[in-house]
DNA sequence: TCCCAGGCGGTAG
DNA sequence: CTACCGCATGGG
C-alpha cells in the first residue's frame, strides 16, 4: 500500500464527475475502487491522505499519471476571475476533482455510449460489455473484467451490442472498432498529437464522434486541457450564466477543469 | 407515467 | 451555414 499526502485531491470527487465510468464507490466507507484497462485498483482517503493499495511501481508508473498527481491544481482555481461568483462557487464545490489520464480506446468506446444516455445507464452498459468481450481478471471469487481491447471487440456485432442495451449506439461501436482496427484511425498517431485541434478533427472521423464526444476523448484520455465539452448542462449554464460568451480567453489552456468543476457543481453539488 | 439523458448523422432549406 | 428529425433504452 502507497499512502500519500494530496492537496485538491478528492476520490469522492473523481468518482462523482463522471470521467471514468469503471470507478465507484465500494461498501467500505471513503472507499472506491477501478479498473481502468486490466489493472485494478483500491484505493481509500481520509481527509487529504489518500492510500493506494498497489505497489511502488505501479503506483509510480501508472496511477501518478492516471490521476495528475504531480500537478498542482490550486494554480487552476487561482486563475478563476475573483467577481465570477458562479465559477468560484463551482471550483470551490469540486476542488478535488482531477483530469484524468485514461486509456485513449476506452475512453473512445465508453463517451461513444455516453452520447444521448444517463450516467447510471451508461454505468450499466459498461459493465454488460466489460463481461461479454472483457478479459476475466485474476481475482479471489469476485467476477470482474477488464475492458475489451479492440482484438476483443472485433467479433462483436451490432445485433449483439443492441441485445447489451446499446441501442442505436451499436452500429456506432461496430464501426469505430473497424476504423481502428485497419488503422485508417491510428491510436498511436492520435497520443503523439501535439496539438488538441489536430486530435479533436481525427477522432470526429470516427463513426459516433462528434464535436462533444472528441472533446471528452481529448480531456479524459489525451490530457488536451483546453478541450471544453459541452453538453446538455453545460449548454444550460452557457445561456443562463455567459450570455455575453464565456471568457475563452482567460481561461485558454485550462478550460478543460474549468468545465469539470462546472459540470460537477450542476449535477453533484445542486443536485 | 412520461420526460430525458455528458449527441450524432443525415437531410432540407 | 442553420434547423430539424430519428434513433434505443431505462432511470427517476
Request: charged share 30%.
Amino acid at each position: 500500500m502507497i499512502t500519500v499526502e494530496l492537496d485538491n485531491f478528492s476520490l469522492k470527487q473523481i468518482c462523482e464527475s463522471g470521467q471514468c465510468f469503471r470507478m465507484r464507490e465500494t461498501e467500505e466507507t471513503d472507499t472506491y475502487e477501478l479498473i481502468a484497462g486490466d489493472k485494478y485498483l483500491k484505493m481509500s482517503q481520509q481527509g487529504s491522505i489518500v492510500n493506494f493499495y498497489c505497489s511502488d511501481m505501479e503506483f509510480i508508473c501508472y496511477w501518478v499519471p492516471y490521476f495528475d498527481i504531480d500537478a498542482d491544481y490550486s494554480r487552476y482555481i487561482e486563475k478563476i476571475n475573483p467577481r465570477d461568483s458562479y465559477l468560484r462557487k463551482a471550483a470551490e464545490c469540486g476542488s478535488g476533482i482531477r483530469i484524468l489520464r485514461q486509456d485513449l480506446w476506452e475512453t473512445i468506446i465508453t463517451f461513444l455510449i455516453s452520447q444521448q444516455n444517463n450516467i447510471a445507464r451508461i454505468r450499466g452498459c459498461i459493465d454488460r460489455l466489460c463481461a461479454r468481450y472483457g478479459e476475466k481478471l485474476e481475482t479471489d471469487g469476485r467476477e470482474l473484467y477488464a475492458f475489451p481491447t479492440p482484438e476483443n471487440l472485433a467479433c462483436a456485432t451490432e445485433t449483439e451490442l443492441r441485445e447489451l442495451g446499446m441501442g442505436y449506439r451499436a452500429r456506432y461501436i461496430v464501426d469505430t472498432t473497424r476504423s481502428i482496427l485497419e488503422g485508417d484511425v491510428s491510436l498511436e498517431k492520435l497520443y503523439q498529437m501535439k496539438y488538441y485541434r489536430n486530435a479533436r478533427k481525427e477522432l470526429m472521423r470516427l463513426s459516433g464522434v462528434g464535436e462533444k464526444v472528441a472533446d471528452c476523448i481529448c480531456l479524459f484520455a489525451l490530457h488536451h486541457m483546453d478541450a471544453f465539452p459541452v453538453d446538455t448542462h453545460i449548454r444550460q449554464v452557457l445561456d443562463e450564466h455567459y450570455r455575453r460568451g464565456f471568457p475563452n480567453r482567460r481561461y485558454h489552456g485550462i478550460r478543460g477543469i474549468i468545465q469539470q468543476y462546472i459540470f460537477y457543481y450542476e449535477l453533484v453539488c445542486r443536485e
